[in-house]
Protein backbone atom coordinates (compact mmCIF):
# COMPACT_ATOMS: atom_id res chain seq x y z
CA UNK A 1 0.00 0.00 0.00
CA UNK A 2 1.10 3.62 -0.81
CA UNK A 3 -0.23 5.53 2.82
CA UNK A 4 -0.99 9.37 3.11
CA UNK A 5 -1.13 10.63 6.84
CA UNK A 6 -3.17 13.42 7.79
CA UNK A 7 -2.32 14.77 11.31
CA UNK A 8 -1.05 17.58 13.19
CA UNK A 9 2.38 19.01 12.20
CA UNK A 10 4.06 19.50 15.86
CA UNK A 11 7.48 20.24 16.44
CA UNK A 12 8.41 17.84 19.16
CA UNK A 13 10.80 19.57 22.26
CA UNK A 14 11.67 17.14 24.46
CA UNK A 15 13.45 17.59 28.11
CA UNK A 16 14.90 14.87 30.07
CA UNK A 17 13.18 15.39 33.64
CA UNK A 18 15.81 14.71 36.81
CA UNK A 19 12.35 13.83 38.89
CA UNK A 20 8.53 14.00 38.82
CA UNK A 21 8.35 16.98 41.23
CA UNK A 22 8.43 19.15 37.60
CA UNK A 23 5.81 17.98 36.08
CA UNK A 24 3.89 18.12 40.03
CA UNK A 25 5.15 21.81 39.92
CA UNK A 26 3.86 22.62 36.71
CA UNK A 27 0.51 21.62 37.31
CA UNK A 28 0.48 18.99 35.04
CA UNK A 29 -0.77 15.29 35.25
CA UNK A 30 2.05 12.44 34.63
CA UNK A 31 1.25 10.63 31.29
CA UNK A 32 -1.89 12.95 30.14
CA UNK A 33 -1.47 15.44 27.02
CA UNK A 34 -2.77 18.77 28.16
CA UNK A 35 -3.69 21.44 25.53
CA UNK A 36 -1.84 24.82 26.11
CA UNK A 37 -1.51 28.46 24.93
CA UNK A 38 1.86 29.67 22.99
CA UNK A 39 2.43 31.72 26.18
CA UNK A 40 2.23 29.26 28.29
CA UNK A 41 4.14 27.01 26.16
CA UNK A 42 7.25 29.58 26.21
CA UNK A 43 6.87 29.47 29.84
CA UNK A 44 7.06 26.03 30.46
CA UNK A 45 9.96 25.66 28.05
CA UNK A 46 11.34 28.46 29.55
CA UNK A 47 11.33 27.11 33.08
CA UNK A 48 13.29 24.28 31.85
CA UNK A 49 15.94 26.03 30.37
CA UNK A 50 19.01 24.25 31.58
CA UNK A 51 17.39 20.34 30.78
CA UNK A 52 18.45 17.96 28.54
CA UNK A 53 16.57 19.12 25.48
CA UNK A 54 16.10 17.16 21.83
CA UNK A 55 13.81 18.60 18.97
CA UNK A 56 12.47 16.91 16.20
CA UNK A 57 8.98 17.17 13.46
CA UNK A 58 6.71 15.04 15.43
CA UNK A 59 3.20 14.52 15.50
CA UNK A 60 1.93 10.99 15.94
CA UNK A 61 1.04 10.45 11.83
CA UNK A 62 4.13 12.12 11.31
CA UNK A 63 6.20 9.58 13.31
CA UNK A 64 4.25 6.83 11.49
CA UNK A 65 4.96 7.82 7.94
CA UNK A 66 8.61 8.87 8.85
CA UNK A 67 9.02 5.38 10.12
CA UNK A 68 6.88 3.69 7.03
CA UNK A 69 9.01 5.89 4.72
CA UNK A 70 12.48 4.12 6.43
CA UNK A 71 11.17 0.70 5.52
CA UNK A 72 10.28 1.55 2.46
CA UNK A 73 6.61 2.55 1.70
CA UNK A 74 5.70 4.86 -0.19
CA UNK A 75 4.17 7.18 1.98
CA UNK A 76 2.82 10.95 2.14
CA UNK A 77 1.99 13.28 4.59
CA UNK A 78 -0.39 16.19 4.88
CA UNK A 79 -0.29 19.11 7.74
CA UNK A 80 -0.42 22.87 8.00
CA UNK A 81 1.94 24.63 10.25
CA UNK A 82 3.12 28.57 10.05
CA UNK A 83 5.38 31.03 8.58
CA UNK A 84 8.03 30.43 10.92
CA UNK A 85 11.23 29.18 10.99
CA UNK A 86 10.10 25.79 12.50
CA UNK A 87 7.36 25.36 9.58
CA UNK A 88 10.24 25.19 7.35
CA UNK A 89 12.49 23.31 9.58
CA UNK A 90 9.23 20.74 9.66
CA UNK A 91 8.88 20.58 6.23
CA UNK A 92 12.18 19.70 5.01
CA UNK A 93 12.69 17.27 7.94
CA UNK A 94 9.67 15.17 6.14
CA UNK A 95 11.31 15.58 2.88
CA UNK A 96 14.38 14.67 3.74
CA UNK A 97 13.11 11.49 5.58
CA UNK A 98 11.80 10.11 2.48
CA UNK A 99 8.27 11.88 3.36
CA UNK A 100 6.55 13.55 0.39
CA UNK A 101 5.34 16.70 2.10
CA UNK A 102 1.69 18.13 1.43
CA UNK A 103 2.02 21.32 3.63
CA UNK A 104 -0.79 23.76 3.94
CA UNK A 105 0.97 27.11 5.28
CA UNK A 106 -0.62 29.84 7.82
CA UNK A 107 0.82 33.59 8.78
CA UNK A 108 2.04 33.08 12.62
CA UNK A 109 4.53 30.22 14.50
CA UNK A 110 4.47 26.66 13.91
CA UNK A 111 2.80 23.99 16.79
CA UNK A 112 4.90 22.94 19.36
CA UNK A 113 4.16 19.91 21.40
CA UNK A 114 7.04 20.06 24.83
CA UNK A 115 7.47 16.25 25.82
CA UNK A 116 8.62 16.31 29.89
CA UNK A 117 10.52 12.39 29.85
CA UNK A 118 10.43 11.15 33.77
CA UNK A 119 12.95 9.51 34.86
CA UNK A 120 10.97 5.69 33.69
CA UNK A 121 10.36 6.53 30.61
CA UNK A 122 6.39 7.89 31.27
CA UNK A 123 6.08 10.88 29.03
CA UNK A 124 4.07 14.22 29.74
CA UNK A 125 2.84 16.49 26.93
CA UNK A 126 2.10 20.07 26.88
CA UNK A 127 0.75 20.76 23.31
CA UNK A 128 0.32 24.14 21.44
CA UNK A 129 -1.56 23.34 18.23
CA UNK A 130 -1.53 26.45 16.50
CA UNK A 131 -1.96 26.42 12.81
CA UNK A 132 -2.10 22.69 12.80
CA UNK A 133 -5.60 22.58 14.65
CA UNK A 134 -6.85 24.83 11.54
CA UNK A 135 -6.47 22.49 8.59
CA UNK A 136 -9.88 21.96 6.59
CA UNK A 137 -10.95 19.23 4.43
CA UNK A 138 -10.78 21.60 1.17
CA UNK A 139 -7.60 22.50 1.45
CA UNK A 140 -6.62 19.02 0.16
CA UNK A 141 -7.15 18.07 -2.95
CA UNK A 142 -8.25 14.67 -4.24
CA UNK A 143 -5.73 14.11 -6.30
CA UNK A 144 -3.71 14.23 -3.27
CA UNK A 145 -5.63 11.48 -1.50
CA UNK A 146 -5.76 9.56 -5.42
CA UNK A 147 -2.06 9.47 -5.07
CA UNK A 148 -2.49 6.42 -1.81
CA UNK A 149 -4.38 3.56 -1.14
CA UNK A 150 -4.66 3.90 2.31
CA UNK A 151 -4.91 7.09 4.69
CA UNK A 152 -3.68 7.19 7.99
CA UNK A 153 -5.67 9.58 10.77
CA UNK A 154 -5.07 10.57 14.14
CA UNK A 155 -7.95 11.00 17.07
CA UNK A 156 -6.57 14.21 17.87
CA UNK A 157 -8.60 15.37 14.67
CA UNK A 158 -11.75 14.98 15.33
CA UNK A 159 -11.98 17.99 17.38
CA UNK A 160 -11.47 19.67 14.11
CA UNK A 161 -14.67 19.94 12.73
CA UNK A 162 -13.76 21.48 9.10
CA UNK A 163 -11.50 18.11 8.66
CA UNK A 164 -12.52 15.16 10.55
CA UNK A 165 -16.38 14.08 8.99
CA UNK A 166 -15.38 15.52 5.72
CA UNK A 167 -11.97 14.07 4.71
CA UNK A 168 -13.41 10.54 6.11
CA UNK A 169 -16.45 10.90 3.67
CA UNK A 170 -14.21 11.77 0.63
CA UNK A 171 -11.90 9.04 1.46
CA UNK A 172 -14.54 6.80 1.58
CA UNK A 173 -15.97 8.28 -1.78
CA UNK A 174 -12.57 7.75 -3.47
CA UNK A 175 -12.64 3.86 -2.22
CA UNK A 176 -9.39 4.44 -0.04
CA UNK A 177 -8.92 2.58 2.87
CA UNK A 178 -8.89 4.28 6.24
CA UNK A 179 -6.55 3.48 9.12
CA UNK A 180 -7.77 5.42 12.65
CA UNK A 181 -5.30 6.02 15.54
CA UNK A 182 -7.89 6.58 18.49
CA UNK A 183 -4.84 8.81 20.01
CA UNK A 184 -5.83 9.32 23.49
CA UNK A 185 -8.16 8.23 26.02
CA UNK A 186 -9.76 11.83 26.98
CA UNK A 187 -10.20 12.40 23.03
CA UNK A 188 -12.39 8.90 23.30
CA UNK A 189 -14.49 10.40 25.88
CA UNK A 190 -15.18 13.72 24.84
CA UNK A 191 -16.05 12.64 21.39
CA UNK A 192 -17.57 9.11 22.61
CA UNK A 193 -20.86 9.47 20.18
CA UNK A 194 -19.00 10.73 17.29
CA UNK A 195 -16.92 7.64 17.13
CA UNK A 196 -19.52 5.12 17.59
CA UNK A 197 -21.24 6.54 14.80
CA UNK A 198 -18.06 7.51 12.50
CA UNK A 199 -15.71 4.45 13.03
CA UNK A 200 -18.09 1.43 12.02
CA UNK A 201 -18.95 3.36 8.74
CA UNK A 202 -15.41 4.71 7.79
CA UNK A 203 -12.72 3.07 9.00
CA UNK A 204 -11.15 0.13 8.13
CA UNK A 205 -8.17 -0.55 10.46
CA UNK A 206 -8.85 0.93 14.28
CA UNK A 207 -5.26 1.45 16.77
CA UNK A 208 -6.08 1.83 20.52
CA UNK A 209 -3.76 1.47 23.28
CA UNK A 210 -5.79 0.52 26.53
CA UNK A 211 -7.21 3.23 27.64
CA UNK A 212 -8.41 4.10 24.74
CA UNK A 213 -10.02 0.80 23.81
CA UNK A 214 -11.98 0.63 27.21
CA UNK A 215 -13.08 4.23 27.00
CA UNK A 216 -14.58 3.47 23.27
CA UNK A 217 -16.32 -0.66 24.23
CA UNK A 218 -16.11 -0.34 27.97
CA UNK A 219 -14.17 -3.42 28.08
CA UNK A 220 -10.71 -4.89 28.86
CA UNK A 221 -8.05 -5.49 26.28
CA UNK A 222 -8.88 -8.95 25.45
CA UNK A 223 -12.98 -7.87 24.94
CA UNK A 224 -12.41 -4.42 23.53
CA UNK A 225 -10.23 -5.49 20.55
CA UNK A 226 -12.71 -8.35 19.31
CA UNK A 227 -15.76 -5.51 19.56
CA UNK A 228 -13.37 -3.16 17.20
CA UNK A 229 -13.12 -5.95 14.89
CA UNK A 230 -16.82 -6.13 15.09
CA UNK A 231 -17.01 -2.65 13.77
CA UNK A 232 -14.00 -2.70 11.54
CA UNK A 233 -11.86 -4.94 9.38
CA UNK A 234 -8.76 -4.87 11.46
CA UNK A 235 -8.59 -3.99 15.14
CA UNK A 236 -5.46 -3.79 17.21
CA UNK A 237 -5.11 -2.78 21.11
CA UNK A 238 -1.22 -1.95 22.61
CA UNK A 239 -0.96 -2.84 25.82
CA UNK A 240 2.70 -1.77 26.62
CA UNK A 241 4.88 -3.81 28.64
CA UNK A 242 1.97 -6.67 28.35
CA UNK A 243 2.66 -6.46 24.67
CA UNK A 244 -0.68 -6.05 22.07
CA UNK A 245 -3.97 -8.03 20.87
CA UNK A 246 -4.69 -7.57 16.77
CA UNK A 247 -8.29 -9.03 15.60
CA UNK A 248 -9.74 -9.30 12.48
CA UNK A 249 -12.88 -11.25 11.67
CA UNK A 250 -12.76 -14.42 14.01
CA UNK A 251 -8.93 -14.46 14.61
CA UNK A 252 -7.35 -12.50 17.36
CA UNK A 253 -3.52 -12.75 18.04
CA UNK A 254 -1.79 -11.60 20.77
CA UNK A 255 2.48 -10.61 20.94
CA UNK A 256 4.51 -9.81 23.52
CA UNK A 257 6.15 -6.95 23.97
CA UNK A 258 9.83 -6.80 22.83
CA UNK A 259 12.59 -7.14 25.78
CA UNK A 260 14.14 -4.17 26.15
CA UNK A 261 15.54 -0.93 28.24
CA UNK A 262 12.69 1.87 28.48
CA UNK A 263 14.56 5.09 28.06
CA UNK A 264 11.79 7.18 26.57
CA UNK A 265 8.34 5.96 25.73
CA UNK A 266 7.43 9.30 23.10
CA UNK A 267 6.43 7.60 20.09
CA UNK A 268 6.16 4.00 20.82
CA UNK A 269 2.75 3.74 19.55
CA UNK A 270 3.49 5.21 15.79
CA UNK A 271 6.10 3.14 15.65
CA UNK A 272 4.02 0.13 16.15
CA UNK A 273 0.90 1.93 13.64
CA UNK A 274 4.41 2.13 11.06
CA UNK A 275 5.25 -1.52 11.58
CA UNK A 276 1.66 -3.11 11.55
CA UNK A 277 0.78 -0.84 8.07
CA UNK A 278 3.54 -2.50 6.84
CA UNK A 279 3.16 -5.73 7.54
CA UNK A 280 -0.32 -5.74 6.35
CA UNK A 281 1.42 -3.64 3.27
CA UNK A 282 3.56 -6.38 2.50
CA UNK A 283 1.15 -9.24 2.59
CA UNK A 284 1.97 -10.78 6.34
CA UNK A 285 -0.35 -12.59 8.32
CA UNK A 286 -2.31 -10.43 11.32
CA UNK A 287 0.59 -11.87 14.06
CA UNK A 288 3.32 -11.28 11.67
CA UNK A 289 1.71 -7.76 11.36
CA UNK A 290 1.59 -6.98 15.06
CA UNK A 291 5.18 -9.04 16.25
CA UNK A 292 6.73 -6.24 13.14
CA UNK A 293 4.86 -3.33 15.13
CA UNK A 294 6.16 -4.37 18.27
CA UNK A 295 9.53 -4.96 16.85
CA UNK A 296 9.64 -1.44 15.86
CA UNK A 297 7.94 0.04 19.51
CA UNK A 298 10.62 -1.93 21.26
CA UNK A 299 13.52 0.10 19.07
CA UNK A 300 12.01 3.53 19.69
CA UNK A 301 11.84 3.35 23.59
CA UNK A 302 15.67 2.59 23.46
CA UNK A 303 16.22 5.77 22.45
CA UNK A 304 14.98 9.45 23.30
CA UNK A 305 12.35 10.87 20.78
CA UNK A 306 9.95 9.28 18.45
CA UNK A 307 12.34 8.38 15.73
CA UNK A 308 14.60 4.87 15.91
CA UNK A 309 18.33 5.53 14.88
CA UNK A 310 18.98 6.15 11.12
CA UNK A 311 21.81 3.53 12.21
CA UNK A 312 19.22 0.32 13.51
CA UNK A 313 16.91 0.29 10.38
CA UNK A 314 19.19 -2.19 8.58
CA UNK A 315 19.15 -4.23 11.54
CA UNK A 316 15.34 -3.59 12.32
CA UNK A 317 14.68 -4.91 8.02
CA UNK A 318 16.73 -8.45 8.12
CA UNK A 319 14.66 -8.93 11.09
CA UNK A 320 11.32 -8.19 9.61
CA UNK A 321 12.68 -10.13 7.09
CA UNK A 322 12.89 -13.13 8.94
CA UNK A 323 9.69 -12.69 10.25
CA UNK A 324 7.74 -13.00 7.22
CA UNK A 325 10.26 -14.58 5.79
CA UNK A 326 10.82 -12.01 2.82
Known sequence: MKILGIGNALLDVLLTLE???????????????DLIDGERMEAIQHAQAGLERHESPGGSVCNTMRALACLGVASGYVGKTGSDGVGRFYE??????GVTPYFVHADGISGCSTVLISP???RTMATFLGPAATLRADEIEDDTLRAYDCVYIEGYLISNEALFL???KRIRRLGLKVALNLSNFNIVHGFSKLLHGVIPEYVDILFANESEAE???GMQAAGAVREMARQVETAVVTAGEKGALAASGDTCVHV?????SVLDTTGAGDSFAAGFLYGLSAGATLEQ???IGALLSGYTIETVGPQI???RWNEIKLKIKELIGR
Open 19 to 33: SDETVRALGMTRGAM
Open 92 to 97: EAVRLA
Open 120 to 122: DGE
Open 166 to 168: PIL
Open 215 to 217: AYT
Open 256 to 260: PAPAC
Open 289 to 291: AAR
Open 309 to 311: PVD
